[in-house]
């Protein structure tokens, strides 16, 4: 078949999707309205639609309406044309309220496209009557399906909605157990230099347990692209200078994503410090490659890490439940341990062949 993904931006969330679909021969194609530095176009080239004249005006006006040009939407005829004639057969469209979406699910729905609606909501959640009567009418009107793949809190008293579907990330698996070298513990994070990653709060931690403990090392990879990010980087330099750790912590910045995968496989603990993502792969993509992962108790993957058996789940914000968690993780049988659940459970959960076959069923 002939897929074509419709998204703000080709985000590194999907390429264990699109590498899925395109080892079973199928065909790819993604639509985006811009690019990003740290994007992976190894499998698939994204074709840009950028904003069209009428589009820009509104923006200019009323401003994006949200990150990645929420209110960005492509000249609609030359959209509707590219679409046909790319000769798809489903087309798998992220968030149906940005404009880009729907403007995507007006044109699939006119040639008779089959329409998967991607999301990151949980699937597990208490859906306000308003909410399943939105649901329901856009499922309705464009003939759709709904995937998300965060699985929330599974509860007998949350309803889910008819034609809304878990749909798991995939990620790269991997056999390979690294040996801890030297028994010092090497943790990895990854994340851009934004303030709720929470950068500053895991050197603080860091640093405590450093007074008391030299078996451990930290790897900081982060996206510097802006103002914002650049403030937050210096931050971050300037405190690790001032407290002498630059023996201790070694920061990387604008890493391609397709050399990311050594970082994974020279380490053994995988730490997201960030408040508030709503589904970070990073964890999964540590996971494929055998690390535990810790994460904060609202990012949306925290429900792939089975706590204190395949990584640690810390309570959001918190410097005292970040550094507990960490400290846990400085005992070398326990990562062990660890390890040893992270590749049993990535490949039963987070594989291609698992989001494949899934996925599949769904259509």
């Known amino acids: 078949m002939k897929f074509v993904f419709l998204a703000p931006r080709f985000h590194t969330n999907q390429t264990g999707w699109v590498g ?16 990003a530095y740290t994007e992976n176009y190894s499998l698939v080239e994204p074709t840009v639609f950028s904003p069209c004249k009428v589009s820009t005006i509104i923006m200019n006006l009323f401003g994006e309406g949200g990150v990645n040009l929420h209110r960005g939407f492509p000249n609609p005829i030359y959209y509707f044309k590219s679409l046909r004639k790319s000769g798809a057969n489903v087309i798998v469209i992220r968030d149906i309220d940005r404009w880009f979406s729907f403007l995507g699910a007006i044109c699939a729905r ?10 990151q909501i949980p699937l597990y959640r208490k859906y306000s009557l308003k909410g399943k009567l939105l649901i329901y009418a856009t499922l309705r009107i464009f003939n759709a399906k709904w995937i998300t793949p965060v699985l929330g809190d599974k509860s007998e008293e949350y309803s889910v909605p008819k034609n809304i579907f878990y749909v798991p990330f995939a990620v790269e698996t991997s056999d390979y157990l690294k040996e801890i070298s030297n028994s010092s513990i090497r943790f990895l994070s990854i994340g851009k230099f934004e303030k709720r990653k929470n950068h500053l709060m895991l050197l603080k931690v860091i640093k405590k347990l450093a007074s008391t403990k030299n078996n451990f090392s930290l790897t900081i990879i982060g996206e510097v692209s802006n103002k914002e990010h650049l ?44 408040t508030k993502e709503p589904a970070a792969i990073s ?6 490659f055998g690390l535990p992962a810790i ?5 949306g993957t925290r429900f792939y890490i089975e706590n204190n058996t395949t990584g640690i789940i810390f309570e959001d914000n918190s410097y005292k439940s970040l550094k507990r968690a960490i400290n ?3 005992d070398e049988s326990e990562v062990h341990r660890m390890k040893e659940n992270v590749r049993v459970v990535a490949k039963k959960n987070m594989s291609k062949s698992n989001f494949y076959n899934t996925f599949i069923d769904i259509l």
Not at 20 to 35: C, I, M, P, T, Y
Not at 110 to 119: D, N, P, W
Not at 283 to 288: F, I
Request: aromatic share 10%.
């Open 283 to 288: 964890p999964l993509e540590a996971m494929g």
């Open 20 to 35: 899925a679909l395109l080892e079973h021969d199928h065909e790819v194609e993604f639509n985006v309205l811009l690019k």
């Open 110 to 119: 006119t040639l008779r496209v089959k329409i998967i609606i991607y999301s």
């Open 328 to 330: 846990s993780l400085l």
């Open 295 to 299: 994460c904060s108790n609202t990012n």
């Open 231 to 274: 403030y937050n980087f210096e931050e971050c330099q300037q405190f690790i200078k001032e407290n002498n750790m630059e023996a201790l912590v070694k920061v990387y910045t604008n890493v391609p994503n397709e050399k990311i995968k050594q970082f994974y496989l020279d380490h053994d603990v995988f730490i997201l410090p960030a």
